[in-house]
């Protein structure tokens, strides 16, 4: 079988760096998750309120409630802001064809897409808190014609087929989402699977620190980062899983043709939310 990328990081950056990260020191990178948790935790008395007073059944299905917490927490300022980086933009931008994005959220990367170019776009999004956002996002940005809302996990073979997903599409994006999917090691097959050859999973996503004070660091913030955000793990080795032909269930297929992982300029090997982002192309 065709060796694997024995790097995962591709060390020529062939997409231009957008963005490049000013100097930080360990203290802040280390301290950073801490004061995501607390702003994250003032929305917390706003969303039990909302629950208690227009579905208070829903406060005994705390996926429910947490739901309700995440999309709260992922429409604020501070978290709008993150969503904000020229990288993403060009993930987008430079997407084609049938495409689907993983976890759209409130879809603010549909401003970036390409209407010349994607013929359509299925937004695969589970968090229903977060579909009417969705949709005047849709709306916003002139998708109507164009866009499929799947409220059901990417996992969920049955819910994609009644929205009429196609069972192979030319392009995935997924941008923060493999931290949070609840079996990636369902996923990211099933990801792979569904592309065409020669299509391009498009990612941007935070990973498990490759400096082991750092990886710490993100394991003891583990056990209290996914309560307000929607489940997400900050210890995920997504970029190795991906490439690592046993864990994506490559078989006899060849796998990747060409992988184009990049690291965000500047970043400091302290952070605790050390990302990547690129495309990965089907042989
Ligand atoms: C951190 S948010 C990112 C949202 C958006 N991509 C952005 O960057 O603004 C992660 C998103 O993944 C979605 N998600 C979680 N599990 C998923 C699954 N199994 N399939 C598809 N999306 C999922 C969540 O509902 C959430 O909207």
Same mark, same amino acid.
């Given at each position: ?219 003891? %913030? ?24 046993? %864990? ?36």
């Amino acid at each position: 079988m065709k060796p694997q990328f024995p790097t995962f990081i591709n060390p020529d950056v062939t997409m231009a760096p957008l963005t490049v990260l000013p100097p930080t020191n360990r203290f802040s990178e280390y301290t950073a998750p801490f004061i995501l948790l607390l702003s994250c935790l003032t929305s917390l008395p706003g969303t039990l309120w909302d629950i208690l007073t227009t579905r208070p059944r829903d406060i005994f299905f705390p996926s429910r409630w947490l739901d309700a917490l995440f999309a709260r927490v992922w429409g604020s300022s501070t978290f709008t802001a993150f969503s904000n980086l020229e990288e993403k933009r060009r993930l987008v931008s430079e997407a084609s064809g049938v495409v689907i994005e993983l976890g759209p959220g409130y879809g603010l990367s549909l401003e970036d897409y390409d209407k010349e170019a994607v013929r359509h776009v299925y937004l695969v999004e589970p968090n229903l808190d977060m579909h009417e956002g969705l949709k005047k996002n849709i709306e916003k940005f002139g998708w109507a014609d164009k866009a499929t809302v799947v409220g059901c996990g990417i996992e969920d073979e049955k819910g994609l087929e009644a929205s009429g997903v196609p069972q192979q599409v030319d392009m995935i994006v997924a941008i923060q989402v493999f931290c949070t999917v609840p079996t990636p090691e369902r996923v990211l097959p099933q990801v792979f699977q569904r592309l065409n050859r020669g299509g391009q999973l498009r990612i941007f996503e935070h990973i498990l620190s490759h400096d082991s004070a750092a990886r710490r660091v993100q394991q003891m %913030y583990d056990w209290f980062w996914w309560f307000p955000l929607g489940g997400c793990s900050l210890c995920r080795p997504t970029d190795k899983w991906l490439v690592d032909p046993e %864990y994506m269930g490559f078989g006899n297929q060849e796998g990747w043709g060409e992988v184009d992982l990049n690291k965000i300029v500047g970043e400091s090997r302290h952070s605790c939310l050390p990302c990547v982002w690129g495309a990965l192309t089907k042989a």
